[in-house]
């Protein structure tokens, strides 16, 4: 009786906490249920359809604030009737799910206007599940298989899509959401695992975005039936849920070592998300936003697409200081064209007071090979965070303003128990640890080693946080 | 589009419809279950067609229990392993190890043997230091070259029956990088005969592949081969047998020379080989092992290892469309661009 009681106080303690980033929604398909106390969201989002009102109606008076996923075509329909029946907001898909249509985003300032007490909300749905890949081609009509070198993990991730749509919307969380990818009959039957769930709440809340989560028909079934096996499963969810709700330092701010200048999400994707896989820290503003302030603390800027002349002029600077700039196809004359250049196969490296400009003439051929020059290019003056034994581990590193504590998140896509070896830019003197199925741990000795702090993370399943604090913060 | 899906109801039909149709369909033949996991610093996969879905997804968990388990025994990245133990350890000293691991050294010292000591799993100090040299520290010297190259020699391990392995060399450390994957397919392999699973393919980060039985309706897993040249369009079916693809590490910059993982344990330096090698043998431990080798002696001496040993076929492919073929029994296809599909 009084677990169950814990249970249920914890539940609302978890629900009451909804940050103001990292919010998970869940989808819902299926006509039953269960309360918000127990499944440990309140945000849930129904496709807008006819069929669906009487779940809309049955979540609203159960506690959940209710969302109708709708597309741009329906939306304004859909705003209209949220309104009047009292649902929490609308999401919005664009009729490309592209991200950064800016129809879209006129339609949904319009109805933000015109409904400015009810969410408006737009969806990007291009993302994907969060998982490692594998090298066969599993399809219906068999499984092709191409031998090669041991190829190392790959991983899917959101980082790219998320990291272009906080660009478009830089004071909001951005919101995605993926299908499953669920490849034989059985596992569509069976519907993912808790601990892809638990991954897609991780990666989310490790990139301080919000997620829309994909429920399993079958799963949504068997939770509303009172299933122990399914509510067992949703448990370990749960904490992971609980986990991302509760970050410490809600003020922070991402940390970047690469700024990618770009206003094509397409033209950009490739690149961002190899960097993205290797764990090459990076923000994206749109070319009119090249301005100083937006350059400072980092060590290059990949750029897609032409700034204005100011902005060109910011860059020049920004080499000028030590910087590294690499202009990916782009066209026209350039301020740093007098200056002496090396001409190579791939382009031109043009000398600019301490650093340089590369300007690449061809696109990126090999996402791989245009990482590992990033990589490359950066090396002389160290990247903010770096990870050894950790091809399947992505990590995140926020900064709290006007202090010298960090924030790093890490999630590992493999889903199983691994250390970690992490080095980060900067002395800091207390480093503590927390993962959702262990909490904290005793604080974690660091190394300082050439200007890095250095230490080594146990058993990161799938997600974890480090805290860093300096020993001046300490001291203050 | 995310909301274009109907009403639930229709949903549901559709699932229900679906449903029936896969359960008659499948009541006659047979089902693909598929599944992965990360192992070994790579991804392992396992495809296989069974009348009874869930067994064979059990018996897949199974498989995947065992390479796990072998991985923390013959891991060099994990301390807790216990090849790195004896790597700590086994200096002087004749100390106790898994039957796995007994089993994996005394098969890696035979193709040591065979191959004149081109594979050599004491390469070790070799690829650590190689390793972080790619990671940005100084290229080696020549005396730290020489120091190593002292340290390492299959000759100087010895096995003491029943389990126990002692290194004559004060700082030899082994690495199973060139056979470890291959030794936990064929366990894979074992766990899933075990369990009545017998059409199935398991692939261990796409470089070894072994095929049970077969897909239904084919004779057996088409398996398509690493082409460096683009067009010979190399295919191998495997029906009980294995493939093994080895190659060394694409350099991202060419000035930085020599540079990879597969170490030359002669000269103590990465190899620099033009060519992608594919064997094919009865066990993923056999090409896994052949294709480190292979690659390290190249076509003309390759050949001549290969003479005496019976159903082995490799195939050596460079960028420049040169290729050397030879095979004792199982036949590896160029060109194979019509009848690969399934």
């Given at each position: 009786?009084?677990?169950q009681?814990?249970?249920?106080?914890?539940?609302?303690?978890?629900?009451?906490?909804?940050?103001?980033?990292?919010?998970?929604?869940?989808?819902?398909?299926?006509?039953?249920?269960?309360?918000?106390?127990?499944?440990?969201?309140?945000?849930?989002?129904?496709?807008?359809?006819?069929?669906?009102?009487?779940?809309?109606?049955?979540?609203?008076?159960?506690?959940?604030?209710?969302?109708?996923?709708?597309?741009?075509?329906?939306?304004?329909?859909?705003?209209?009737?949220?309104?009047?029946?009292?649902?929490?907001?609308?999401?919005?898909?664009?009729?490309?799910?592209?991200?950064?249509?800016?129809?879209?985003?006129?339609?949904?300032?319009?109805?933000?206007?015109?409904?400015?007490?009810?969410a408006?909300?737009?969806?990007?749905?291009?993302?994907?599940?969060?998982?490692?890949?594998?090298?066969?081609?599993?399809?219906?009509?068999?499984?092709?298989?191409?031998?090669?070198?041991?190829?190392?993990?790959?991983?899917?991730?959101?980082?790219?899509?998320?990291?272009?749509?906080?660009?478009?919307?830089?004071n909001?969380?951005?919101?995605?959401?993926?299908?499953w990818?669920?490849?034989?009959?059985?596992?569509?039957?069976?519907?993912?695992?808790?601990?892809?769930?638990?991954?897609?709440?991780?990666?989310?809340?490790?990139?301080?975005?919000?997620?829309?989560?994909?429920?399993?028909?079958?799963?949504?079934?068997?939770?509303?039936?009172?299933?122990?096996?399914?509510?067992?499963?949703?448990?370990?969810?749960?904490?992971?849920?609980?986990?991302?709700?509760?970050?410490?330092?809600?003020?922070?701010?991402?940390?970047?070592?690469?700024?990618?200048?770009?206003?094509?999400?397409?033209?950009?994707?490739?690149?961002?998300?190899?960097?993205a896989?290797?764990?090459i820290?990076?923000?994206?503003?749109?070319p009119?936003?090249?301005?100083?302030?937006?350059?400072?603390?980092?060590?290059?800027?990949?750029?897609?697409?032409?700034?204005?002349?100011?902005?060109?002029?910011?860059?020049?600077?920004?080499?000028?200081?030590?910087?590294t700039?690499?202009?990916?196809q782009?066209?026209?004359?350039?301020?740093?064209?007098?200056?002496?250049?090396?001409i190579?196969?791939?382009?031109?490296?043009?000398?600019?007071?301490?650093?340089?400009?590369?300007?690449?003439?061809?696109?990126i051929?090999?996402?791989?090979?245009?990482?590992?020059?990033?990589?490359?290019?950066?090396?002389?003056?160290?990247?903010?965070?770096?990870?050894?034994?950790?091809?399947?581990?992505?990590?995140?590193?926020f900064?709290?303003?006007?202090?010298?504590?960090?924030?790093?998140?890490?999630?590992?896509?493999?889903?199983?128990?691994?250390?970690?070896?992490?080095?980060?830019?900067?002395?800091?003197?207390?480093?503590?640890?927390?993962?959702?199925?262990?909490?904290n741990?005793p604080?974690?000795?660091?190394?300082?080693?050439?200007?890095?702090?250095?230490?080594?993370?146990?058993?990161?399943?799938?997600?974890?946080?480090?805290?860093?604090?300096?020993?001046?913060?300490?001291?203050? | 589009?995310?909301?274009?899906?109907?009403?639930?109801?229709?949903?549901?039909?559709?699932?229900?419809?679906?449903?029936?149709t896969?359960?008659?369909?499948?009541?006659?033949?047979?089902?693909?279950v598929?599944?992965?996991?990360?192992?070994?610093?790579?991804?392992?996969?396992?495809?296989?067609?069974?009348?009874?879905?869930?067994l064979?997804?059990?018996?897949?968990?199974?498989?995947?229990?065992?390479?796990?388990?072998?991985?923390?025994?013959?891991?060099?990245?994990?301390?807790?392993?216990?090849?790195?133990?004896?790597?700590?350890?086994?200096?002087?000293?004749?100390?106790?190890v898994?039957?796995?691991?007994?089993?994996?050294?005394?098969?890696?010292?035979?193709?040591?043997?065979?191959?004149?000591?081109k594979?050599?799993?004491?390469?070790?100090?070799?690829?650590?230091?190689?390793?972080?040299?790619?990671?940005?520290?100084?290229?080696?010297?020549?005396?730290?070259?020489?120091?190593?190259?002292?340290?390492?020699?299959?000759?100087?391990?010895?096995?003491?029956?029943?389990?126990?392995?002692?290194?004559?060399?004060?700082?030899?450390?082994?690495?199973?990088?060139?056979?470890?994957?291959?030794?936990?397919?064929?366990?894979?392999?074992?766990?899933?005969?075990?369990?009545?699973?017998?059409?199935a393919?398991?692939?261990?980060?796409?470089?070894?592949?072994?095929?049970?039985?077969?897909?239904?309706?084919?004779?057996?897993?088409v398996?398509?081969?690493?082409?460096?040249?683009?067009?010979?369009?190399?295919?191998?079916?495997?029906?009980?047998?294995?493939?093994?693809?080895?190659?060394?590490?694409?350099?991202?910059?060419p000035?930085?020379?020599?540079?990879?993982?597969?170490?030359?344990?002669?000269?103590?330096?990465?190899?620099?080989?033009?060519?992608?090698?594919?064997?094919?043998?009865?066990?993923?431990?056999?090409?896994?092992?052949?294709?480190?080798?292979?690659?390290?002696?190249?076509?003309?001496?390759?050949?001549?290892?290969?003479?005496?040993?019976?159903?082995?076929?490799?195939?050596?492919?460079?960028?420049?469309?040169?290729s050397?073929?030879?095979?004792?029994?199982?036949?590896?296809?160029?060109?194979h661009?019509?009848?690969?599909?399934?």
């Amino acid at each position: 009786m009084r677990s169950q009681r814990l249970i249920v106080l914890s539940s609302l303690l978890l629900i009451a906490a909804a940050p103001a980033w990292g919010r998970v929604f869940l989808e819902w398909t299926e006509p039953a249920i269960p309360p918000p106390t127990r499944i440990g969201v309140r945000e849930l989002v129904v496709s807008w359809t006819p069929g669906n009102v009487r779940l809309m109606t049955t979540a609203k008076s159960l506690g959940y604030s209710v969302f109708a996923g709708v597309r741009a075509a329906d939306a304004a329909t859909a705003a209209n009737a949220a309104a009047s029946s009292g649902l929490a907001g609308i999401i919005v898909e664009s009729e490309s799910g592209t991200p950064g249509s800016n129809s879209v985003r006129e339609l949904l300032e319009r109805l933000r206007r015109s409904y400015p007490r009810l969410a408006i909300l737009e969806l990007s749905s291009q993302g994907k599940q969060p998982q490692i890949r594998g090298n066969l081609v599993v399809s219906r009509d068999g499984v092709l298989v191409v031998s090669s070198p041991t190829e190392q993990p790959w991983i899917d991730s959101n980082v790219a899509l998320a990291r272009f749509v906080s660009a478009l919307q830089p004071n909001k969380p951005p919101l995605f959401s993926f299908s499953w990818d669920l490849i034989d009959p059985l596992e569509r039957q069976v519907g993912p695992r808790a601990a892809d769930y638990a991954l897609a709440v991780a990666e989310a809340g490790a990139m301080r975005a919000d997620l829309i989560l994909p429920v399993h028909p079958n799963l949504q079934k068997a939770l509303a039936d009172g299933n122990q096996a399914a509510w067992r499963e949703w448990e370990r969810v749960k904490t992971y849920l609980q986990f991302y709700s509760a970050g410490k330092l809600p003020a922070v701010r991402p940390c970047a070592d690469i700024a990618v200048v770009a206003d094509d999400y397409g033209e950009a994707y490739e690149a961002m998300n190899l960097m993205a896989r290797h764990n090459i820290l990076f923000t994206v503003f749109p070319p009119d936003e090249v301005t100083p302030q937006r350059m400072a603390r980092l060590q290059m800027a990949v750029v897609f697409s032409r700034p204005d002349e100011q902005g060109l002029r910011t860059l020049q600077a920004f080499a000028d200081q030590g910087g590294t700039v690499v202009l990916v196809q782009v066209q026209g004359h350039f301020p740093w064209e007098t200056l002496p250049s090396i001409i190579s196969d791939s382009g031109r490296t043009y000398t600019v007071g301490r650093g340089r400009v590369v300007e690449l003439a061809e696109p990126i051929a090999d996402p791989e090979t245009f990482a590992e020059m990033v990589r490359n290019l950066m090396s002389s003056r160290g990247s903010l965070v770096r990870l050894w034994n950790a091809l399947t581990i992505l990590a995140f590193a926020f900064r709290e303003p006007h202090t010298d504590r960090m924030e790093l998140e890490l999630v590992n896509y493999a889903e199983q128990a691994q250390s970690v070896q992490v080095r980060v830019k900067g002395l800091f003197s207390e480093v503590r640890y927390e993962t959702p199925e262990h909490g904290n741990y005793p604080a974690i000795r660091p190394e300082h080693n050439d200007g890095y702090t250095e230490f080594v993370l146990p058993d990161l399943q799938i997600g974890g946080r480090v805290y860093l604090t300096s020993e001046a913060e300490n001291t203050r | 589009m995310r909301w274009n899906r109907g009403c639930p109801g229709r949903t549901i039909l559709q699932f229900l419809f679906l449903a029936l149709t896969q359960a008659q369909v499948f009541a006659q033949t047979n089902q693909l279950v598929y599944r992965k996991e990360y192992a070994m610093g790579t991804v392992f996969e396992i495809a296989a067609y069974s009348s009874s879905p869930s067994l064979a997804s059990h018996a897949i968990d199974k498989a995947f229990v065992e390479v796990i388990r072998l991985d923390h025994i013959m891991s060099d990245y994990d301390p807790s392993s216990d090849l790195s133990r004896i790597n700590r350890t086994a200096h002087y000293r004749a100390e106790l190890v898994p039957a796995d691991l007994y089993r994996v050294i005394q098969q890696s010292l035979a193709y040591s043997k065979l191959s004149n000591g081109k594979f050599d799993i004491t390469v070790g100090p070799l690829s650590r230091l190689w390793k972080k040299e790619t990671r940005g520290g100084s290229s080696p010297s020549a005396v730290q070259l020489k120091e190593l190259l002292n340290c390492i020699g299959w000759q100087k391990v010895v096995l003491v029956p029943p389990d126990r392995v002692e290194f004559r060399s004060p700082c030899m450390a082994l690495d199973l990088g060139a056979i470890g994957k291959g030794y936990a397919v064929d366990r894979a392999v074992t766990v899933l005969r075990s369990f009545g699973v017998k059409n199935a393919l398991i692939s261990a980060g796409g470089s070894t592949i072994y095929g049970m039985g077969s897909p239904p309706g084919l004779p057996a897993w088409v398996v398509h081969l690493r082409d460096p040249s683009k067009k010979l369009s190399p295919a191998v079916r495997l029906n009980g047998n294995s493939v093994s693809t080895s190659e060394q590490t694409r350099n991202p910059r060419p000035e930085r020379t020599p540079f990879g993982h597969i170490i030359d344990p002669v000269k103590g330096i990465p190899i620099t080989s033009p060519y992608s090698v594919s064997v094919v043998a009865d066990s993923a431990t056999e090409s896994d092992a052949l294709s480190t080798t292979l690659l390290l002696m190249g076509p003309a001496e390759g050949k001549a290892v290969l003479q005496g040993l019976p159903n082995i076929a490799a195939v050596w492919i460079s960028s420049r469309e040169k290729s050397e073929y030879i095979s004792n029994g199982p036949r590896i296809s160029m060109n194979h661009l019509t009848d690969t599909g399934h």
